[in-house]
C-alpha cells in the first residue's frame, strides 16, 4: 500500500504491516498539503502544534476542542491521508470524550489520540506533569469506544504516568488500556533505549505501538527504521515542522528587517507561480471554468 491509495480507512490494515508507519506532524491544511506531496502515508495533527501556530502559546491545554475540530476539517476537506489527531485528554470527562470522538470521527479522523492527563493537560515533554486515576481514565476508553461509529476510527491511547508514577506503572496502565480494547498505544516520553525496549518487549507483539520523536525532548531521537527495528509500528515527528517553519521565518523577517526587501531571501523562497503551483491554483481555475 502507498500513499497515493492509502485511505484514513486503510489505516488499521496498514498497521497489521511490519514496516513502520512515519507521520508527519501538521498543523493546518497546508502544512497537510506539503505532506502529502512529500509523499507520507498518514498525518499526523499535533495538538501541540496548534497551540503554537493558532495562539503563538505553550501547548498548556489552552487550545479547545472547537479549534483542534475545525483544524482536522480544513485538513481532510484538503488530503485524503489518514490523520491520527491529538484529542489531549478529551477536554474534559467521559462526556466530553464521547462529544470529541464523535465530532472528531465526523470531520474525518482516521485515529483519535486520547491521554491519561489531568486536565489541563501540558506538552508531554514539559515537566510538573499529573495523571488521572486509572480507573478513570479506563472509562474515559470505553466511552471512546462506544462512542465512535465506525471500527475503523481508531482508538490511540496515550499515558503520561512515566513522568509521576515510573515505567512499571505506566506499562501497567498501557495493560489496562489495552483490555479496553483500544487500537494502539502511546507511552510516552519514554527516557532511554532500555525503557524503549521494556515497552516494545511487552505490547510489540500484541497491539500497535507509537513512538513520539520531538527534539530537544526526552526521548532519544531516532529513525522511523530504527524505531521500527525496536518493534514500534507509527513513528511521530509532531512538533519539528512548527520549529522547521519558525527557524525559516526567523531567518526570513530578520533578512527583510535589515535589507528592507525580500531580494536577498529568494533563492530560499516561493515565487508567487511557485506557491501556486503547489497549492493548485490553475487546476482549480480550470475546474471553476467549467461553470461558467
Known amino acids: 500500500m502507498n500513499q497515493a491509495n492509502m485511505k484514513p480507512s486503510d489505516l488499521k490494515s496498514r498497521l497489521a504491516q511490519a514496516s513502520p508507519l512515519l507521520a ?42 472547537a479549534e483542534v475540530q475545525q483544524a482536522l476539517s480544513h485538513i481532510t476537506e484538503r488530503v485524503d491521508l489518514p490523520v491520527i489527531v491529538d484529542a489531549d ?7 466530553n470524550v464521547m462529544r470529541t470522538v464523535r465530532g472528531f470521527e465526523s470531520a474525518g479522523a482516521a485515529m483519535i489520540q486520547l491521554e491519561d492527563q489531568t486536565f489541563p493537560k501540558r506538552c508531554g515533554h514539559l515537566n510538573g506533569k499529573s495523571v488521572i486515576p486509572v480507573n478513570d481514565m479506563v472509562g474515559k476508553l470505553k466511552a471512546a469506544l462506544d462512542a465512535r461509529k465506525s471500527d475503523s476510527t481508531l482508538i490511540l491511547a496515550r499515558t503520561d504516568a512515566i513522568a509521576t508514577e515510573g515505567l512499571a506503572s505506566a506499562l501497567e496502565r498501557a495493560e489496562r488500556y489495552l483490555e479496553c480494547g483500544v487500537d494502539a498505544l502511546f507511552i510516552e516520553a519514554l527516557r532511554t533505549p532500555e525503557q524503549m525496549d521494556a515497552a516494545c518487549g511487552q505490547f510489540a507483539s500484541r497491539i500497535p505501538l507509537l513512538a513520539n520523536m520531538v527534539e530537544g525532548g526526552k526521548t ?66 480550470a475546474n471553476g471554468q467549467k461553470y461558467e
Open 24 to 65: 508527519p506532524g501538521v498543523y493546518d491544511a497546508l502544512s497537510a498539503l506539503v505532506a502529502q506531496q512529500a509523499g507520507f502515508e498518514a498525518l499526523y495533527l499535533s495538538g501541540a502544534s496548534i497551540a503554537y501556530t493558532m495562539l503563538g502559546r505553550s501547548d498548556v491545554g489552552l487550545t479547545s476542542y
Open 89 to 95: 485528554t478529551g477536554f474534559g470527562n467521559a462526556l
Open 220 to 285: 532519544p531521537v531516532q529513525s522511523a527504521t530504527q524505531l521500527g527495528e525496536r518493534g514500534f509500528r507509527i513513528v511521530i515527528f509532531p512538533g519539528g515542522t512548527v520549529r522547521a517553519v519558525v527557524h525559516t521565518l526567523q531567518g526570513y523577517y530578520a533578512s527583510l528587517h535589515q535589507h528592507q526587501t525580500t531580494l536577498p531571501w529568494q533563492s530560499a523562497m516561493l515565487d508567487f507561480d511557485g506557491l501556486n503551483a503547489v497549492i493548485g491554483t490553475p487546476e482549480l481555475l
